[in-house]
């Protein structure tokens, strides 16, 4: 009882003690919450349609789409074969849930019938000669289920095999995903109709042709100061072209000032000292070793190749160099380098050669070298080299190689070196045994076509770079700078006095690669998206090879939704638009009431003959180099003879005019055809703009900038 009498006198803090316990248990969890839902959203790369993107998930697609593209021979950079990524896979997203509520599905038996059929663009597309049938060119699907059996069987075995196996897989997913929208497309394309009127009236449109002597005054003619443009036109005007400045996303803008580290005179006089001796030792010690010792930028080889092999004016000092002459340091502007180079020797060698290969395989170096000697004398004493080669596995198909399949790469080892040498050097019908440090071969040269000059040149390259001692004086001048001048103010006050121009980039957004025009720059990008407005960035590096440094302020941000009247290039183009009013506005009344060309041409209006005028294109006034498409349809309305009823006004002028001739064009109507016609017609039209709508309707958000 005396222990119940205690818990009763302190009820109260009791009470309190168990509230606090309780208030700490939950709200641990709802931090735990917090927590998690912070972590889930740091994983978005995006959203579609309310649907959120893994940051892995889409890495991978990517990785799959870029190694597949790549495939393909796609010559893109790996950055736009990402760009590309993104906008495939939404796209695929939004179409897949269109079709979703359109019941539009591909089964698994409709892929395998287009696998069969093997006509399909995709798969005929696919570069492996192994997956197309030799006589027909189509896609061999035996080949495709030979190869997925094979796989199965030795999965993770062969790394190439696993690369090929992701590709095809990928393919066939994208064969899927395409015929689903060829579906979805053949649906929006069964909903576009026409009618026997519709058709008659295109007829008519093409075949109704006119002349016309046509009276305008230009809107360049009439003054800007004779017009007056008020804030309530612009906001008029604004509201009417709004739908025009739609944001799909945020946008912001900055001021920047960017500065690029180059050499100083000090590094490029060390650079210049160490060539020259380099050019010394070019005479009287092996080309190779030079090259190596003084870091060249191309390794010697000593593989001939043409000039095009190098810069065109390194290209033309080698075509006026003697064998055995060296020259330099020569300054290349196109590279920004260095050079040493001295001419080899130059010979006349075939630019294409035919030739075919047999490999010796073997366990063991020792085990191939004996192979390939055994080939080799079977094929001496007349052995047929087709048969031979398909007893160890191989075609010995004949194959042509051209100088420039080779001579820019930067990868020829001793041994590439080896081999390009023979097939330069072997006379036709020639076999050679080649050693390799992978084992043995044995090439024959067949032709040999189109003689060419041909240089063994040394060439000592060395980019004319920045010493780390510059780079930390660039850098510690303008962090200096920078922190001296703390607001955009005062850095559009000083930077001309430190040597610094401050620039202005407008509109960027989450989805562009970085800041427009400056490379390697999302670290910068991803400042942008958590700044405030006015608040000023720490340097940071960019630039192709991290060679630049950047400070930035940001001076706008630009919700989703409309771009405002006070965004400067949206204000410009309203005020042009508006002015465009004003000057209308004054030329129709300046015309207004006239009877006759000479009655407008009195009254101070240009006058000009156009001819060949239908309702089917745009009217183009070669005058004004300006096409008018109100003209064409009050043209088509106005009796032959007659003066329009009132001016008309244009893009570039208001007009009047008389139709002079009309006549009908020579053609048969087919209501049929012209139905089809017209059907096409509007399906050309919407066909981007309903992709622009389902894409805005997807409330699509891109955060890949802040993973990539």
């Not at 009431?593 to 239908?614: E, H, L, N, P, R």
Request: proline share 3%; glycine share 4%; hydrophobic share 40%.
């Amino acid at each position: 009882m005396a222990v119940l009498g205690k818990i009763r006198s302190r009820g109260v803090v009791l009470i309190c003690v168990i509230g606090f316990a309780l208030f700490a248990f939950v709200a641990e969890e709802a931090f735990r919450s917090c927590d998690s839902t912070r972590a889930e959203r740091s994983q978005r790369a995006g959203e579609v349609l309310g649907e959120k993107i893994n940051a892995q998930d889409y890495s991978n697609y990517v990785e799959e789409f870029v190694e597949s593209m790549k495939i393909d021979g796609q010559k893109a950079t790996d950055e736009q074969l990402r760009e590309a990524a993104w906008d495939y896979y939404v796209q695929e997203k939004v179409i897949e849930k269109e079709c979703q509520a359109l019941g539009l599905t591909v089964t698994d038996q409709e892929i395998q019938d287009i696998m069969t059929k093997g006509t399909d663009r995709l798969l005929m597309s696919i570069p492996i000669p192994d997956f197309h049938n030799p006589q027909t060119g189509r896609f061999d699907v035996n080949a495709y289920g030979k190869f997925m059996a094979q796989y199965e069987q030795n999965r993770g075995v062969d790394p190439n095999m696993d690369k090929l196996y992701k590709y095809l897989l990928f393919k066939e997913k994208q064969l899927r995903q395409n015929t689903l929208m060829q579906k979805y497309q053949q649906l929006v394309a069964a909903c576009v109709l026409s009618n026997p009127v519709e058709a008659q009236f295109n007829f008519d449109a093409e075949k109704q042709e006119s002349d016309i002597l046509l009276a305008y005054i230009d809107y360049r003619s009439i003054n800007d100061k004779d017009v007056n443009v008020t804030d309530a036109d612009l906001q008029k005007k604004y509201e009417e072209l709004k739908p025009v400045f739609t944001l799909p996303q945020e946008i912001r803008s900055i001021k920047y000032v960017q500065v690029k580290k180059v050499a100083s005179d000090k590094d490029r006089n060390n650079l210049l000292a160490s060539m020259k001796q380099a050019a010394q030792e070019m005479d009287s010690t092996k080309a190779e070793e030079v090259v190596r010792k003084y870091q060249s930028l191309n390794a010697y080889t000593g593989v001939p190749v043409s000039k095009n092999a190098f810069a065109n004016d390194i290209a033309q000092i080698i075509d006026s160099m003697a064998v055995g002459q060296v020259k330099g340091p020569v300054e290349s502007k196109l590279d920004n380098s260095f050079n040493v180079i001295k001419l080899i020797n130059k010979t006349q060698l075939p630019d294409s050669i035919q030739y075919r290969v047999i490999g010796a395989d073997g366990n063991t170096i020792a085990e191939s070298k004996t192979r390939a000697d055994s080939i080799f004398k079977a094929l001496q004493g007349g052995a047929d080299f087709e048969q031979i080669a398909k007893v160890y596995g191989q075609t010995g198909a004949k194959e042509w190689l051209t100088t420039a399949q080779y001579e820019r790469a930067t990868n020829i080892n001793k041994d590439n070196a080896e081999i390009f040498k023979a097939l330069n050097t072997l006379a036709p019908n020639e076999l050679k045994l080649i050693e390799t440090s992978q084992g043995s071969m044995i090439l024959q040269v067949l032709d040999r076509k189109h003689m060419i000059t041909k240089y063994d040149v040394a060439l000592v390259k060395r980019t004319i770079d920045y010493s780390d001692e510059t780079s930390h004086e660039i850098g510690d001048k303008f962090k200096q700078f920078v922190a001296a001048n703390q607001s955009l103010e005062a850095m559009e006050k000083n930077a001309a006095k430190s040597g610094y121009v401050v620039k202005e980039m407008a509109n960027v957004s989450t989805s562009s690669n970085g800041l427009n025009g400056i490379a390697n720059s999302r670290e910068a990008q991803r400042w942008v998206f958590k700044a405030e407005k006015n608040q000023v960035s720490e340097v940071l590096p960019c630039g192709n090879n991290q060679d630049e440094l950047i400070v930035m302020v940001l001076t706008e941000i630009y919700p989703k939704g409309y771009m405002p009247l006070s965004n400067p290039q949206v204000n410009n183009m309203i005020k042009d638009e508006a002015m465009k009013d004003k000057k209308a506005e004054k030329a129709i009344a300046q015309l207004k009431g006239i009877t006759s060309i000479a009655d407008a041409k009195a009254k101070g209006a240009q006058v000009d003959t156009v001819k060949q005028i239908t309702l089917a294109s745009p009217v183009f006034i070669p005058a004004i180099q300006a096409q008018e498409p109100a003209l064409s349809g009050a043209v088509f309305s106005t009796a032959k003879g007659k003066m329009s009823a009132n001016p008309i006004k244009g893009n570039s002028a208001v007009y009047v005019f008389q139709v002079t001739d009309r006549r009908t064009l020579e053609g048969k109507f087919d209501n049929k055809e012209y139905q089809n016609k017209s059907a096409q017609k509007y399906l050309n039209n919407i066909g981007q703009t309903f992709q622009n709508e389902l894409m805005k309707k997807a409330n699509v958000t891109d955060n890949r900038y802040l993973f990539m």
